[in-house]
T-cell receptor, first 111, second 116 residues
Framework: LAKTTQPISMDSYEGQEVNITCSHNNIATNDYITWYQQFPSQGPRFIIQGYKTKVTNEVASLFIPADRKSSTLSLPRVSLSDTAVYYC????????????FGSGTQLTVLP | KAGVTQTPRYLIKTRGQQVTLSCSPISGHRSVSWYQQTPGQGLQFLFEYFSETQRNKGNFPGRFSGRQFSNSRSEMNVSTLELGDSALYLCASSLPTGTSGDYEQYFGPGTRLTVT
């Protein structure tokens, strides 16, 4: 399983776009990049997943450069309710069911 | 569609006792995984069950065990509880497709276990 590195914490203000970058230098050819969100005392919630280039859904975008050694989760116009821990996970189908969570990034959205 | 449910939500036990936690996956999901979350160690994988068989196991002592029933419901058991077992225990279910979809797991609210 590829090791990931994320910032420990980030602060932002309501209405701003937030970009959280994850480094995964040892990503393998079959690996996908997945992001989860977790609020205190709740289970993590799947946000988005991608393999290369850009993926967008109703809550976020995921940007993956050509070398795939990093990825950036982009949250448009954050609100106070986006305050949470965000986890970047990297792995392939064979190991996918054993999710390996790093320390995550604590995002705090300020009014 | 109902989400993943876990019971009980909160539990207080004393050292040396044993505990059983229950998880009901989303209807149609056949894979159930268990995780332990503590402030110091973060989220750690315990084990994963599919079709009543344990397929993956994390690095936890044998005091931690689990099982899955034919209806995909799962239980985990911790015997001879230690203070360090105090944690949030999370269950997640997924449709094991053997593809990237395995990473889309759905977590329950967790069981908060306190060992005194």
């Amino acid at each position: 399983l590829a090791k990931t590195t994320q910032p420990i914490s980030m602060d932002s203000y309501e209405g701003q776009e937030v970009n959280i970058t994850c480094s995964h230098n040892n990503i393998a050819t079959n690996d996908y990049i997945t992001w989860y969100q977790q609020f205190p005392s709740q289970g993590p919630r799947f946000i988005i997943q991608g393999y290369k280039t850009k993926v967008t859904n109703e809550v976020a975008s995921l940007f993956i450069p050509a070398d795939r050694k990093s990825s950036t989760l982009s949250l448009p116009r954050v609100s106070l309710s986006d305050t949470a821990v965000y986890y970047c996970l990297v792995g392939g189908p064979g190991s996918a069911r054993q999710l390996t969570f790093g320390s995550g990034t604590q995002l705090t959205v300020l009014p | 569609k109902a989400g993943v449910t876990q019971t009980p939500r909160y539990l207080i036990k004393t050292r040396g006792q044993q505990v059983t936690l229950s998880c009901s996956p989303i209807s149609g999901h056949r894979s159930v995984s268990w995780y332990q979350q503590t402030p110091g160690q973060g989220l750690q994988f315990l084990f994963e069950y599919f079709s009543e068989t344990q397929r993956n196991k994390g690095n936890f002592p044998g005091r931690f065990s689990g099982r899955q029933f034919s209806n995909s419901r799962s239980e985990m058991n911790v015997s001879t509880l230690e203070l360090g077992d105090s944690a949030l225990y999370l269950c997640a279910s997924s449709l094991p497709t053997g593809t990237s979809g395995d990473y889309e797991q759905y977590f329950g609210p967790g069981t908060r276990l306190t060992v005194t």
